[in-house]
């Protein structure tokens, strides 16, 4: 999933091939999380558990370079940062938990609808009607939803499930990101990351042993590759690019996590998509992209 940081800054028209470069490294660096999550001979709850703590070393270093004003965390911030890592804790373990069963595709493009959840909350907090293109958004991540479960259900119940858990993932995800927004627009932001993962971590420890499962791995390098590729490169690379760009080039660069991963699924894992699966997805990555159209600071 995306699992950015915060939604960015006012986007400007500043960037460069760089920053276009840096925006989908970072997609790409997140798509391949299902994927590691999958090779981990820990449960997938624990393996969330190892990609936070093996990157929150490199945060602190990351942390300790910005401002001094936005480094210190506490009051009211405090109270919205660590509350946001709760759910950002849910949200990971209900994503690894539903990668486990459903198609690497569907895991990474319900792991991101978090960006249409967002939208709707934003109508329902500015009380009007929505438009058009929200109309349109909220329709279309419907329908390709209702189009992607149903292939899963033909598969298997346990697929199904899969899908319900990364979607319920999405749900919270968008609460992670709207309870650090009002911290993030005057912290760092590795300053609110690292903060933040001081409530994550515990949590999904805590689930993690509540179902079971295995904690300490037998071979490292599947976890440790979790840690680089989304905690800190996926992450860094979105912090540092995110700004740069309208909601439109935004939406569109997202669109490489699910097609990365469909990829990978496929190779790895023998997932083939069907017609249906196709539209669906279609259906669902263009109400992401819509969602973003319809950001407003």
């Not at 069963?101 to 249409?116: E, I, P, R």
């Not at 329902?124 to 329908?143: F, H, K, M, N, Y």
Request: proline share 5%.
């Amino acid at each position: 999933m995306a699992a950015a940081p915060a939604l960015p800054d006012r986007p400007g028209h500043d960037w460069t091939a760089r920053h276009l470069a840096a925006l989908l490294a970072a997609n790409f660096a997140l798509a391949l999380g299902p994927w590691l999550v999958r090779l981990a001979d820990t449960g997938p709850v624990a393996a969330g558990f190892w990609r936070l703590s093996l990157a929150l070393p490199v945060l602190l270093v990351l942390s300790a370079r910005e401002p001094v004003g936005q480094r210190h965390v506490r009051g009211m911030a405090l109270a919205l940062v660590l509350g946001g890592g709760v759910f950002f804790a849910l949200d990971l373990a209900s994503w690894h938990v539903g990668i486990e069963t459903t198609k690497l595709g569907n895991a990474s493009l319900f792991g991101n609808s978090g960006s249409v959840i967002l939208m709707v909350w934003g109508l329902i907090a500015a009380r009007r009607a929505p438009r058009w293109l929200e109309i349109t958004a909220i329709v279309s991540a419907l329908g390709g939803a209702s189009l992607l479960m149903g292939g899963s259900l033909e598969i298997s119940r346990a697929n199904l499930i899969g899908d319900l858990f990364c979607a319920l993932a999405g749900f919270f995800y968008a609460f992670y990101i709207l309870m650090l927004n009002a911290a993030r627009a005057r912290l760092g932001q590795f300053s609110v990351l690292s903060v933040s993962i001081f409530a994550s971590a515990p949590v999904m420890l805590g689930i993690s042993l509540l179902r079971g499962e295995a904690i300490m791995p037998g071979d490292w390098t599947s976890l440790v590759a979790l840690a680089f590729s989304s905690q800190l490169v996926g992450q860094g690379l979105l912090i540092y690019s995110l700004r740069h760009f309208p909601p439109l080039v935004i939406g569109l660069a997202l669109l490489t996590q699910p097609a990365v991963s469909s990829t990978v699924g496929w190779l790895a894992f023998g997932e083939v998509l069907t017609p249906l699966d196709v539209v669906g997805m279609v259906l669902l990555a263009s109400a992401l992209v819509m969602a973003r159209l319809g950001d407003r600071p």
